[in-house]
């Protein structure tokens, strides 16, 4: 079955660190560029962050920047989103989906199924 999975999400204090993971199954994550989103309850989703299928381009959301690292590691067909510094509002389930490269088009080959990021005190 061709997906990708998100994993490491969980319940944080605020000023902690996650770092999620976005694993490929059934497919090559090299030969694509991999977006993470967030959608916090009744808020629309909102883009973070996307890598290109090298790892050589990266951006980020002005609200994640200085904040949120991602990166990958195309020989564990794997994409990181490290998190550090969280804030409350920071709180959503978080996705990650495919794309050929890193663009403004809402169509995507792949997405996860997301994982809760929860930062309370």
């Known amino acids: 079955q061709l997906q990708l999975v998100e994993s490491g999400g969980g319940l944080v204090q605020p000023g902690g660190s996650l770092r999620l993971s976005c694993a490929a199954s059934?497919?090559?994550?090299?030969?694509?560029?991999i977006h993470w989103f967030r959608q916090a309850p009744g808020k629309e989703r909102e883009g973070l962050s996307c890598?290109?299928?090298?790892?050589?381009?990266?951006n980020y959301a002005d609200s994640v920047k200085g904040r949120f690292t991602i990166s990958r590691d195309n020989a564990k067909n794997t994409v990181y989103l490290q998190m550090n510094s969280l804030k409350s509002e920071d709180t959503a389930v978080y996705y990650c989906?495919?794309?050929?490269?890193?663009?403004?088009?809402?169509?995507?080959?792949?997405w996860g199924q997301g994982t809760q990021v929860t930062v309370s005190s």
């Open positions: 059934g497919f090559t994550l090299s030969y694509y560029a």
């Open positions: 989906a495919a794309q050929g490269y890193c663009s403004g088009s809402a169509e995507f080959d792949f």
């Open positions: 890598i290109s299928n090298s790892g050589v381009s990266t």
